[in-house]
T-cell receptor, first 113, second 111 residues
């Protein structure tokens, strides 16, 4: 398996633009997590899904953030409109409840100017 | 709450042993992970403890005490490449697995 695949790896955009981050979890994993990492706040859980259903989105900063998982092999995290304070590395991770190990993608580094 | 606390930074000498502690709130706790993260890279899995006791895996060992809400990661025979951040993450179960990370401990290994 290729592991968790995220795109884009890097994105630089201007304030006010829409940003869409994509994730393909490991096949067969029933959990998908979106995290944001900054120097100041560390690794923050934004939202997670179980069997494509959002379970807890209490970590989503505000209404500008939304996440979807239309099927078991794809998820998106959208920021609209983006702001400079959204600059961070966004990690997607997937897990099988049978093994319990969380596998991370390489992350998407977002810079909002 | 689900506060997870670990030291911000630690330093150690090559060849030595270092212990990185992690405490968490026990309510709903279901297991504890340790991850290693090198600068600019994704976190990678080191260990997962569900039961009390010590789990050894090569130079790395992880300990858990569920009653005390405490875990540690023990790194032996330190190497320069062990310089990284070490993230403690707890799983809280409210019907689903919710994985919350601590802020991480930056370990610097010196010659």
């Amino acid at each position: 398996d290729a592991g968790v695949i995220q795109s884009p790896r890097h994105e630089v955009t201007e304030m006010g633009q829409e940003v869409t981050l994509r994730c393909k979890p490991i096949s067969g994993h029933d959990y998908l997590f979106w995290y944001r990492q900054t120097m100041m706040r560390g690794l923050e859980l934004l939202i997670y899904f179980n069997n494509n259903v959002p379970i807890d989105d209490s970590g989503m900063p505000e209404d500008r953030f939304s996440a979807k998982m239309p099927n078991a092999s794809f998820s998106t995290l959208k920021i609209q409109p983006s702001e400079p304070r959204d600059s961070a590395v966004y990690f997607c991770a997937s897990m099988s409840q049978h093994t319990g190990e969380l596998f991370f993608g390489e992350g998407s580094r977002l810079t909002v100017l | 709450g689900q506060n997870i606390d670990q030291p911000t930074e630690m330093t150690a000498t090559e060849g030595a042993i270092v212990q990185i502690n992690c405490t968490y709130q026990t309510s709903g706790f279901n297991g504890l992970f340790w991850y290693q993260q090198h600068a600019g890279e994704a976190p990678t899995f080191l260990s997962y403890n569900v039961l009390d006791g010590l789990e050894e895996k090569g130079r790395f060992s992880s300990f858990l005490s569920r009653s005390k809400g405490y875990s540690y990661l023990l790194l032996k025979e330190l190497q320069m490449k062990d310089s990284a951040s070490y993230l403690c993450a707890a799983v809280f179960r409210g019907g689903y697995n919710k994985l919350i990370f601590g802020a991480g401990t930056r370990l610097a290994v010196h010659p």
